[in-house]
């Protein structure tokens, strides 16, 4: 690390990301045309030709055709109208929720989802180096943490986490949530322990929601409550293993939810009937012991 990255690490991982979110529009603007994919130029024809200034215009949409690909056509559709076809539903519901309000504040889905996922990928960069300089607090000075933070810049990920794609917000929010959750370990005041230990399961909650396997985070939860209970069997301290496992379990059914509550919407929508009572004539995956539609669609659609 150099003196100027040791005394300022954050300016200086903003400074990198910018370069490299500049070199990534470079490589996006000098790519070629729409090619064979002409679903994004369908989907931008709302756009109004009529501009005072035609070149700004097609420039603007040469770049966005260029990043509005694939899922993330799905997702700003969503966005604009919600879901109306079942298989829209193997994308995050979190995500496109966000991008709807963000859409109803500042019109324009596109341009404010791109601003939103931007800033969404520099939080996770400054979560994950805070993240590692905690859990490694010895390792070079921070530059192990600095050296972190740039890997997740420059990402394979590349244009992803760039583009209208829930990735870059589900990072943010997992890596918040380990943060706190880290703290929270950290801490020897009950209040402020528990409260970071639900404020983390509640950041991957709302993670899971954009991306079903965020729900994996619940692991940490499941770990610390056998953890809490054999000790607490194991001390003599049982009334104090309880209180510990009533907190950690309240962040656990708050990462649990992210999965449940998207299930539920969707579960109404198409297996209950507007009356509040089962349909007759019911979709696939309504009847089944768990009836998920995030597995439905991807094993009857994809």
Same mark, same amino acid.
């Given at each position: 690390?150099?003196?100027?990255?040791?005394?300022?690490?954050?300016? +200086? #991982? %903003? @400074?990198?990301? $910018?370069?490299?979110? /500049?070199?990534? *529009?470079?490589?996006?603007?000098? !790519?070629?045309? =729409?090619?064979?994919?002409?679903?994004?130029?369908?989907?931008?024809?709302?756009?109004?030709?009529?501009?005072?200034?035609?070149?700004?215009?097609?420039?603007?949409?040469?770049?966005?055709?260029?990043?509005?690909?694939?899922?993330?056509?799905?997702?700003?559709?969503?966005?604009?109208?919600?879901?109306?076809?079942?298989?829209?539903?193997?994308?995050?519901?979190?995500?496109?929720?966000?991008?709807?309000?963000?859409?109803?504040?500042?019109?324009?889905?596109?341009?404010? +989802? #791109? %601003? @939103?996922?931007? $800033?969404?990928?520099? /939080?996770?960069? *400054?979560?994950?180096?805070?993240? !590692?300089?905690? =859990?490694?607090?010895?390792?070079?000075?921070?530059?192990?943490?600095?050296?972190?933070?740039?890997?997740?810049?420059?990402?394979?990920?590349?244009?992803?986490?760039?583009?209208?794609?829930?990735?870059?917000?589900?990072?943010?929010?997992?890596?918040?949530?380990?943060?706190?959750?880290?703290?929270?370990?950290?801490?020897?005041?009950?209040?402020?322990?528990?409260?970071?230990?639900?404020?983390?399961?509640?950041?991957?909650?709302?993670?899971?929601?954009?991306?079903?396997?965020?729900?994996?985070?619940?692991?940490?939860?499941?770990?610390?409550?056998?953890?809490?209970?054999?000790?607490?069997?194991?001390?003599?301290?049982?009334?104090?293993?309880?209180?510990?496992?009533?907190?950690?379990?309240?962040?656990?059914?708050?990462?649990?939810?992210?999965?449940?509550?998207?299930?539920?919407?969707?579960?109404?929508?198409?297996?209950?009937?507007?009356?509040?009572?089962?349909?007759?004539?019911?979709?696939?995956?309504?009847?089944?012991?768990?009836?998920?539609?995030?597995?439905?669609?991807?094993?009857?659609?994809?």
């Amino acid at each position: 690390m150099g003196r100027l990255t040791r005394t300022y690490p954050v300016l +200086s #991982l %903003v @400074f990198i990301f $910018a370069i490299w979110k /500049l070199f990534l *529009l470079g490589v996006t603007v000098g !790519s070629p045309g =729409v090619g064979y994919d002409t679903s994004t130029a369908i989907a931008l024809r709302h756009l109004s030709p009529a501009s005072s200034d035609h070149q700004s215009l097609s420039s603007v949409l040469s770049i966005s055709q260029k990043l509005l690909r694939w899922d993330a056509l799905y997702f700003i559709a969503i966005a604009s109208r919600g879901y109306v076809f079942e298989q829209e539903w193997a994308f995050g519901w979190g995500f496109t929720r966000v991008l709807s309000y963000l859409d109803r504040a500042n019109p324009g889905p596109l341009a404010i +989802s #791109l %601003v @939103f996922v931007h $800033a969404s990928h520099l /939080l996770s960069v *400054l979560f994950l180096y805070y993240l !590692s300089h905690i =859990v490694f607090p010895h390792e070079g000075n921070g530059e192990f943490a600095f050296v972190s933070a740039v890997l997740h810049i420059i990402s394979p990920a590349g244009l992803f986490l760039s583009a209208p794609y829930a990735e870059s917000t589900f990072s943010a929010l997992s890596f918040l949530g380990y943060l706190i959750y880290v703290v929270s370990l950290r801490n020897d005041q009950p209040v402020i322990r528990a409260t970071a230990m639900i404020a983390a399961g509640a950041s991957f909650g709302l993670a899971t929601t954009l991306r079903s396997n965020g729900v994996l985070n619940g692991l940490l939860f499941l770990h610390d409550a056998v953890n809490a209970l054999v000790g607490g069997f194991r001390d003599g301290r049982v009334g104090h293993a309880l209180s510990e496992l009533i907190i950690i379990c309240s962040g656990g059914v708050l990462v649990a939810l992210g999965l449940i509550v998207p299930q539920w919407i969707a579960y109404e929508e198409y297996c209950v009937a507007p009356s509040g009572q089962p349909t007759l004539e019911k979709r696939g995956w309504c009847g089944k012991r768990i009836p998920s539609v995030y597995s439905w669609v991807q094993s009857h659609y994809w």
